[in-house]
């Protein structure tokens, strides 16, 4: 018994000079701990998920994701936990999935704000919620102050001088990180005194094609807009590129901000403004509140981080008429 406490970590039912002595020999002769079998002695499997909510569409993560992923795996390993990764159109079915691997909780990014709910509500897990937007207090949440990013982007085209605005997003509508940026964005309309109309409501997915395909058709559009604000990098990127090659100067002709501060956002001709967020700083933030809530259990916590401002060469003052 007094060597089985040792190997699942209750050292603090033997003597330290004990345990020593059990660790030099465990060590001494290469020992090594059978996984289930100390995850059932622990009630803990050390195992940690991180489910990335993805449609069919798109089964690779984002650029944004891929940086986020990376930086939870480096954090789980640092804690001396084990990383699930899986990739799901559907988180509350894969969320019951992991109940089989006896996960000690999960990370689960990009789920809307229903499917939060209806995850929590069924699971036993400890759970943390990415950029999700439910008002649950029994959902644990780290994100970003997504309205304050679309207001500063918005302020930022309109002090430049630009009237003839668009935000580019794949749709607004639904409840979460983009209808966030688009009321922000549209209370800096408002502050400046600015009617609905100025602004032109633009859908593209969030990939790099589908918004060069955008920009290339606003290029060819006779009222386009001086001033867009496109609520992902990916999407700015995209629109930029089809602007330029269909022969429209960004930023003489056509100003774009877009949103994350991915490291392409600097690479780009010209380079974008965006408006930062410190990726690594939020996936820090989950690995903490889901080691946390696993040793607690209190549900509920709340983390926002800031965002600001990353001036480039995608912003001038609107062309003369």
């Known amino acids: 018994m007094t060597v089985s406490n040792v190997i699942n970590g209750r ?19 290469g020992y090594v701990p059978n996984g289930p079998a100390t995850a059932l ?3 803990r499997s050390n195992i940690v998920a991180l489910v990335h ?23 789980m390993t640092k804690a001396g936990r084990y990383l699930m990764i899986r990739s799901a159109d559907d988180v509350a079915v894969t969320a019951k999935e992991l109940r089989s691997w ?7 990014l ?7 709910d209806e995850v929590q509500s069924k699971l036993g897990l400890p759970l943390v919620f990415v950029d999700n937007y439910s008002t649950s207090s029994r959902i644990s949440r780290v994100g970003l102050d997504d309205f304050h990013g679309g207001l ?13 605005l668009a935000l580019v997003a794949p749709g607004v509508d639904r409840p979460g990180v983009i209808h966030q940026r688009f009321l922000g964005f549209m209370a800096a309309v408002s502050e400046a005194g600015l009617d609905r109309e100025a602004v032109t409501l633009l859908d593209s997915a969030p990939f790099f094609d589908a918004a060069l395909a955008l920009g290339q058709e606003l290029a060819a559009s006779p009222q386009r807009p ?14 930029l590129k089809g602007l ?18 991915l490291p392409e956002a600097r690479y780009v001709s010209p380079a974008l403004s965006t408006v930062r967020q410190d990726i690594p700083a939020k996936a820090k933030a989950a690995v903490a509140a889901l080691l946390a809530l696993i040793e607690t259990q209190e549900r509920g916590a709340e983390v926002r981080l800031s965002v600001e401002m990353a001036r480039r060469g995608s912003v001038a003052p609107p062309p003369k008429a």
């Open 110 to 116: 990009g789920a809307f704000t229903s499917e939060a």
């Open 152 to 164: 500063i982007a918005g302020r930022e085209l309109i002090s430049t001088g630009h009237r003839r």
């Open 11 to 29: 050292t603090d039912k033997v003597s330290a000079a004990t345990a020593e002595r059990i660790r030099e020999i465990m060590d001494r002769t």
């Open 102 to 108: 006896r996960v000690d909780g999960a990370i689960i």
């Open 41 to 43: 002695a622990t009630k």
């Open 244 to 261: 330029v090659e269909s022969g429209v100067a960004v930023p003489e002709q056509a100003s774009i901000i877009g949103f994350d501060d």
């Open 53 to 75: 909510a993805a449609s069919g569409e798109r089964p690779q993560p984002s650029p944004h994701d891929s940086i986020f992923l990376d930086e939870v795996e480096r954090g």
């Open 226 to 239: 001086t001033g867009i604000f496109a609520t992902a990098d990916i999407i700015a990127i995209g629109l």
